[in-house]
């Protein structure tokens, strides 16, 4: 066993963004690892966000036979044990700027050794602790020409600095994990920061925090494309804490920058309508509405990814090895509500990366405040749209949402025709026949 700390540098001035927590020498576990989380940063909420990690990289494991790990902004190390565990790492480096870490970073590692390791291992360097600024680690590592199948980077903020170096330094078939927690970039607040940090302008949308995921994906796949590589989302995930952005990406070798899945989102306020436009189609934006067309009725955001959010078939795979491991189970009647939660974020996710939707929501919502109609239950409503040939599916993003290629004027029309219809079963089922009408006044929302 090989144990150093080495890089005494000084922090970077993003090392800190936060005033540290009241030391909390607290013993926390997340599926039955326990770990210390001292003076770290460290947030319970995200441990769902982990589970997906350890999950993709356990199948990367179980489908390469490799698995080398570099998380680059540890805090208390939560994830390189967890890699190093439940994924079965060959291999985790644990790296974090900030000097009050080292020690709690070692304390936690070091009682994974001989959980994980046979005599036979022991001659093998499993896990490495350094204190240095996350960038120049990843320099060097692509430097040395040493690259890693999963680089995991939990930053702060709109920090993508370690984007490029993060996508330079992995395997071609390896894994970048990716962080924002900029909130107000992403809802089109900060166009300035935006545009810097993920070269995209991003006007104001109702589906920000679908565009907050999309400019972080669009971020890298630029970033890759100037180092000849590819990036495809394996899942996205929007989580509300914080807010936090978080996206994995595999990273392939290719040399041509393919524009169809990075492009522009085009509203139009008029009438509620999003597309995708690819570059070509940037001259002749328009919205197909019947509604009067007036200056500045069309915003665009972009360039950023509009391509699926999760690769369906690898989301499969992570709920098959969720599955094994019991982290979810078939029967949702008796499991606690952390595994009901996994299942369910998995299902969201297959479905939807059903082929042929759009990027963006339909808020229920508004499809009741621009139709003047009593909205139905988002699931009824689905149905009724994959009834009408529609592609349509949840939101993980927004949960009284639904993604769909329905234009908004035919979702208001097929809502108004649901309604008739529920309204006059109402006055069949009702023994007192009471007024529909009164069951119409303000949106409820499925
Ligand atoms: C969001 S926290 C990490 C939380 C941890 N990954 C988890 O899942 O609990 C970000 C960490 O990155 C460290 N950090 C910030 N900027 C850094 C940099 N440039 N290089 C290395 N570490 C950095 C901070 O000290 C902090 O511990
Ligand atoms: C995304 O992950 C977070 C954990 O950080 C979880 O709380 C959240 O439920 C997930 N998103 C959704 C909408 O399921
Ligand atoms: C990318 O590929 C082109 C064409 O083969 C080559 O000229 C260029 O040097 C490569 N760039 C990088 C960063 O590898
Ligand atoms: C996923 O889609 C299927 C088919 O439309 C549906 O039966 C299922 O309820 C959906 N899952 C979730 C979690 O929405
Ligand atoms: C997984 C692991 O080894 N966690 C350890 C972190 O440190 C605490 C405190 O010493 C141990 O109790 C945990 O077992
Ligand atoms: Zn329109």
New binding site residues.
Partial sequence: MVFRITGIGA???????LALPPVRMLLQEERGVSFQ?GP????RQ?SL??DLGILVAAVHRQQTGNLRVV?????????AVRYLLQARADFVWA????NQ?TELLALNLSQGQSLNSGAEEEKFEHWRIT???????LLDCALRKEYYDLI?V???GS?T??VGPAIGAVKYGGLVYL?S?DGFCAGGRRRHNALSSYGAFVNPMPFANEIGLRMLIGCAVREAATRNMSVIPVFSNYSYHGPVFRTMLRVESRRKLVNKDYGFIVYCKQCGQSQDIQFEGLGDIACCCKHPKEKGSLVVTGPLWIGPLHDRKQVEGMTEVARDWGWITRSTSESPVDMHILEELLEVMVNESEPGLPSGYIKMDEIGKRGKVRVPRRKDFIDRLQQEGYVASRSHVERRAVKTNCPMDKCIELVRSMEIITASRSILDSPQHADPGSRTNGVMVG
């Fill in positions: 922090m970077s001035a993003m090392a800190l963004p989380v770290a940063f460290y947030r995200s966000a982990r998380d680059v902004m540890s805090g208390c190390g939560v994830r790296n974090d700027a900030c870490l204190r240095e600024d996350a960038h120049k680690v995991d939990d930053s702060f920090d600095l370690c962080t927690t």
